[in-house]
């Protein structure tokens, strides 16, 4: 499907609206024979994942890269944004010659389940009542958003991915996808991210959901059925919860106390400094784009991973047996996944005598590092995909023009 | 004055509001003939500086100490509080026998500019309009703040301090009283806390403001008289500001991912976790303790606060020939004001050649340490103070009991 050109003339929360229920990438519809088992044990169809991919599929379907989105993506990763028109979120490593080569691979990107860009989710309409699904919406896990690509994978008709990659929230679903679907994944390239999320993290997305479910256009959720949205409650959502993706040592080089387009204070409580201007600019944008009840959702999925907690508390058990090649990637400064929790896994995928590199990478850039111009991440990730491409004797690509 | 008895039948907001205008504490009045030029070059006239005190004062008047309280302190450092009735937010340190002891020393604490307890503030009625301040009240200072002290002071008839002492917001005003009143200023402890205001510590405060200024029950800073309370949004800003309190470390120790009363989580948005539940707590017992403006303002103050800016850009001109003697002290896990920005504080005063002891803690409990049971803090403090008020020939106090 393309975008249809009324959409030209709509604001960017209409076009939101629209594509949540009519994506304008391609999509899956899994039928109501079909029934996803969710974590919570309740019963899933029909449901909708849409995706995007970019590159072409071997003959051999042996080139497929799943890429998994954070906690805002969404599948535009290397195309234009059809809300906001900005250029996709992982265009520095997805594209012709780029790491993730699409002159060698054939990148696969969905909207996770949960999400509000397509694929089935609490802005989406439920087919049983007719009416958003709101808070009726199943409250959903990492695992229950990889068991829903698999049908994806299957449409595709690929056996078994040769990558699943992807950083912060999208490293819990490559962790997930290596656990759940082991077999089905050659390699695995989670970055940035952790087995569990921490009591300090979920407390960060606990202040975003109070102040979502604070805002009175909130209305318990049903904000969609009644023609309000709660932006001032999912503003201040993502501005504490943007905080957490900068280092300190980022925020201080970008902004330090540098004033906003003035000379002195304005003793107010105007924006007197960048930092806080660029905070407001970040909470205004994001709602534009993202729907509220998803923030919600999806951040609570977050909070509920905890890898060893499903493997009898040994994290060392989700990977038992895998076969998988492992390259796990962190940044110093990452205060949201400390290095350690990436070590963590590692060793994890020891004690099984997994295939493993760890690559913890020196920036000062904090977790927002994954999404970013670090050169040491794309000298990674490209020669990790290129070796194993050529030990699974792939075509070379492009040869990184 | 005593807290009148009608009040037990009030509710704890009721209390409060009275509070703003009616302390239960002692308080000074600063008339109208002696206006404060306050660093946004406004004068305020009159105003109210309510303050607690413990403790004698000598005949000399040579052991005072002014205790300086945080963002969400007040005067009630060790006594009962008349809203929470919880017990003094400071009786680790302060008593008979504690580490600041009152048998030895008479230690005043003052409730600041801008704060909602007594002392003049968005919250008191401004005697010009007969209506709370709220938004028209001048923006502050940390520097006013301690300006407005030196009357109660003068007041009290104390020429020099023995010591000021205070933690966080608190160590901002004893920096502040050592480089605009050092010569009223005899000793100096200036405890968790920095120079300076980062530019995280402004996104946090900012993020705070925000969630307050979103709430439509704050009016546009009128609530008081509109009859309404921003409960939710300030409840929020407190749970964001207290994540920043501890370390994760604390928080992953003191609640990890533990469920809070169940066997399983529950598939829903409730407090799941027990971290949740603790700071939908924090949220909400805050808020019947605490105006809202009062937090708009406070947190300005602090943000504002730059002690090298005010001079020339040279934090040790701050101190330049102080006789002050000064012993800096910082927690190991702080991370709102880390050790190194201690270490700023003590090269300032070696650049000048002052008096100075630095005391690094090992704690794990970030922040809030100084406020809590940490022997470490307490014997660096009574150690400091003893040798010093022996050095100035203070009588010696109960000896520790």
């Given at each position: ?32 024979s ?5 974590d ?89 009542t007719?009416?958003?699904?709101g ?39 490559v ?8 077999p089905?994944?050659?390699?695995a ?89 660029y ?7 994001f ?43 962190s ?11 990436s ?15 760890f ?43």
């Amino acid at each position: 499907m393309n975008t249809a050109s009324p959409r030209e003339f709509l604001n960017s929360t209409d076009v939101r609206v629209l594509e949540a229920n009519s994506p304008s990438s391609d999509y899956i519809d899994v039928p109501a024979s079909r029934p996803l088992r969710l974590d919570c044990d309740r019963l899933l169809a029909p449901f909708r994942i849409a995706y995007k991919t970019y590159g072409a599929l071997n003959a051999a379907k042996s080139n497929a890269v799943l890429v998994a989105h954070a906690l805002t993506g969404d599948q535009y990763a290397a195309s234009q944004h059809p809300v906001t028109q900005k250029p996709g979120w992982w265009e520095t490593m997805i594209g012709p010659g780029k790491p993730i080569d699409t002159d060698r691979f054939f990148v696969i990107c969905p909207n996770v389940l949960g999400g509000c860009m397509g694929s089935t989710g609490p802005a989406s309409i439920n087919a049983l009542t007719g009416k958003p699904w709101g808070l009726d919406f199943p409250v959903i896990t990492i695992g229950d958003m990889v068991d829903a690509q698999v049908p994806l994978i299957d449409h595709l008709g690929i056996d078994q991915l040769f990558c699943v990659v992807g950083g912060s929230m999208g490293g819990m679903q490559v962790l997930e996808w290596a656990a759940r679907h082991g077999p089905r994944v050659y390699t695995a390239v989670p970055i940035a991210t952790a087995a569990w999320h921490s009591s300090q993290n979920i407390a960060f997305h606990e202040v975003g959901r109070q102040a979502v479910m604070a805002d009175p256009d909130w209305r318990q959720g049903r904000y969609l059925e009644l023609g309000t949205e709660p932006r001032n409650g999912l503003a201040v959502a993502r501005m504490a919860a943007h905080i957490t993706y900068l280092s300190e040592e980022a925020l201080q080089r970008k902004f330090g106390r540098s004033l906003q387009d003035l000379a002195a204070k304005t003793f107010s409580f105007n924006a007197d400094f960048q930092v806080e201007s660029y905070l407001r600019h970040q909470g205004s944008t994001f709602v534009d784009r993202f729907d509220a009840n998803s923030y919600l959702y999806i951040t609570r999925a977050i909070d509920y991973f905890d890898l060893a907690a499903e493997h009898g508390d040994v994290l060392a058990n989700a990977f038992k047996g895998t076969k998988t090649r492992f390259c796990v990637v962190s940044f110093t400064s990452d205060w949201l996944y400390p290095t350690r929790e990436s070590r963590e896994i590692v060793q994890a995928l020891n004690a099984v005598a997994a295939n493993v590199s760890f690559v913890e990478i020196e920036s000062d850039k904090g977790h927002d590092a994954f999404l970013l111009e670090e050169p040491e991440l794309f000298a990674a990730v490209r020669g990790f995909l290129n070796a194993a491409a050529d030990k699974r004797g792939l075509n070379s690509g492009s040869g990184g023009r």
